[in-house]
């Protein structure tokens, strides 16, 4: 790989702290900055892409199912000479349709059902679990046609963390309370059942 050399202005301080770091670690100040810009480099076009997932408005999907429909019909119109002007224009107009009246319909049935099956089939969705009790995951199972599932976990630990991250100390510290609160139901649901077995 190529490289070229080019000047970066460091106050004093920078310098010093920058010095410091390469004889602790015993790399080179160049190495040490070039790690540093690269790892900054990502974080921006990590920041883009979580952006652009965002805000996608699916006409990436939208234009799929279009090319689908109109691929089906092509075949179609191809078997019936006697009738492919009539069909040809109607591709044409399919093909001019705005998104709201061409796809709005699809992605509405799309979306519900996609919602029904995680919601109802996969309870309790989201969940906590995994086969370690000591490195417990949190998971959601996102639901589509027959047998077909997407999968999202990530360590529970993880989402204390970005649970802080993005509600700050106080709401993190109501947590132990969440906790007591359902250890009290699950007590008092054993509880019920043991009188219930009694009896």
């Known amino acids: 790989m190529r490289m070229r050399i080019f000047n970066v202005r460091l106050s004093r301080e920078e310098e010093a702290e920058l010095a410091a770091a390469a ?79 061409a796809i709005e319909p699809v992605y509405e049935v799309f979306r519900r059902k996609v919602i029904e099956k995680s919601v109802i089939a996969y309870a309790p969705n989201p969940y906590i679990g995994g086969r370690d009790p000591k490195e417990p995951e949190m998971g959601a199972v996102i639901g589509f046609a027959a047998d077909d599932t997407h999968d999202l976990v990530i360590p529970l630990e993880q989402a204390f963390y970005d649970y802080c991250h993005a509600s700050g100390w106080d709401a993190f510290n109501e947590i132990p309370a969440v906790y007591a609160r359902a250890r009290a139901r699950l007590e008092a649901e054993d509880k019920d059942r043991q009188r219930s077995s009694a009896n």
């Open 23 to 101: 004889k602790k670690s015993g790399r080179s100040k160049s190495e040490i900055a070039r790690d540093a810009i690269s790892a900054h480099l990502k974080s921006m076009a990590d920041d883009e892409r979580r952006w652009e997932t965002l805000h996608d408005d699916w006409s990436e999907y939208g234009s799929a199912v279009q090319d689908a429909y109109e691929s089906l019909v092509g075949q179609q119109i191809a078997k019936l000479e006697a009738v492919r002007k009539a069909f040809e224009s109607r591709l044409v107009e399919i093909g001019n349709l705005d998104w709201e009246k």
